[in-house]
């Protein structure tokens, strides 16, 4: 199963989340709820890179897959802010999506 947890700071701003486990919904390399949950959360990476100009700090299993950790730096300018919230908004917006038609394969959690 695939766990994604979403931390959110007393303002309601998503500060980090962390991603991890495996779908296992198909052998690899065609597993369609991965393959999902992957490119969501590698472009919320990208996109906070190249479209906020910040780099957030990235912990993740590069041999084994199945764990990512992004945490957003706390300072940066408002329209930086702005876009990093937007990014991650959707980020769970796609995975909560993902949830709804494959809830036997991941399950999320916001906390404050």
Request: proline content about 2%; hydrophobic content about 35%; some cysteine.
């Amino acid at each position: 199963m695939i766990k994604g947890t979403f931390k959110r700071d007393d303002s309601g701003r998503i500060n980090s989340y962390k991603i991890t486990g495996h779908a296992d919904t198909g052998e690899y390399g065609y597993d369609i709820v991965c393959a999902a949950v992957s490119v969501l959360a590698i472009n919320a990476v990208n996109g906070i890179d190249s479209l906020a100009g910040v780099q957030p700090m990235v912990n993740s299993d590069e041999e084994n897959g199945g764990y990512l950790y992004v945490e957003v730096p706390s300072a940066n300018t408002q329209e930086q802010s702005n876009i990093i919230q937007i990014l991650l908004e959707n980020l769970l917006l796609g995975m909560q999506s993902i949830q709804e038609q494959y809830s036997d394969y991941v399950q999320l959690e916001t906390i404050q």
